[in-house]
T-cell receptor, first 116, second 115 residues
Framework: AQSVTQLDSQVPVFEEAPVELRCNYS??????LFWYVQYPNQGLQLLLK??????LVESINGFEAEFNKSQTSFHLRKPSVHISDTAEYFC??????????????FGTGTRLKVLA | EAEVAQSPRYKITEKSQAVAFWCDPI?????LYWYRQILGQGPELLVQ????????DSQLPKDRFSAERLKGVDSTLKIQPAELGDSAMYLC?????????????FGEGSRLTVL
């Protein structure tokens, strides 16, 4: 079964500094990878996804993630963070099931705290 | 913009009481998921529906939890009796899922506190 590891539970960073949030997954023949963001007392929102094609994917608010098959990683990066980026970030993988649907498995999350 | 609707947003109950959560997915989304998120952790799947059928309830504590999606549209998750350890956020999500790699769309969640 698939698993997702987010080693950093908390990442403090100063405003306008770069940040990297790490995500590793267990290997599989094919994999679809996602990053979701969760603001306090809200549901999760999709930030970006990798399905196929270019290994570098970008979001509309400046985040990017790179799919690295050899290292089974999908790290999230942003060159310059803002206070508004403070949130919890979840890495997820979707795994096809025998019933023809997809099962989504989430990591434990990384709390990004941007400091003024 | 279409959204996943959940209610109630907040629920406080005493242990041994019954509690129910409701979810209305985005119109046309065949797959519906209920997740439980304990504070500081990632979402854990409780049950997954494809239309009105359960396709995965392996992590649902069936002695106290039940879920249904009778007409393949909205869904109800029930806990009876509630225990202290059930305090968590209950998230509903939906997806087209028949689309290869389709994303999940989440509701705002229902936060349960059991006293």
């Amino acid at each position: 079964a698939q698993s997702v590891t987010q080693l950093d539970s908390q990442v403090p960073v100063f405003e306008e500094a770069p940040v990297e949030l790490r995500c590793n997954y267990s290997s599989s023949v094919s994999v679809y990878l996602f990053w979701y963001v969760q603001y306090p007392n809200q549901g999760l929102q999709l930030l970006l996804k990798y399905l196929s094609g270019s290994t570098l994917v970008e979001s509309i608010n400046g985040f990017e993630a790179e799919f690295n098959k050899s290292q089974t990683s999908f790290h999230l990066r942003k060159p310059s963070v803002h206070i508004s980026d403070t949130a919890e970030y979840f890495c997820a993988v979707s795994d096809p099931t025998t019933s023809g649907t997809y099962k989504y498995i989430f990591g434990t999350g990384t709390r990004l705290k941007v400091l003024a | 913009e279409a959204e996943v609707a959940q209610s109630p947003r907040y629920k406080i109950t005493e242990k041994s009481q019954a509690v129910a959560f409701w979810c209305d997915p985005i119109s046309g989304h065949a797959t519906l998921y209920w997740y439980r998120q304990i504070l500081g952790q990632g979402p854990e799947l409780l049950v997954q529906f494809q239309d009105e059928s359960v396709v995965d309830d392996s992590q649902l504590p069936k002695d106290r939890f039940s879920a249904e999606r009778l007409k393949g549209v909205d869904s109800t998750l029930k806990i009876q009796p509630a225990e202290l350890g059930d305090s968590a956020m209950y998230l509903c999500a939906s997806s087209q899922d028949r689309v290869y790699g389709g994303e999940l769309f989440f509701g705002e969640g229902s936060r349960l506190t059991v006293l």
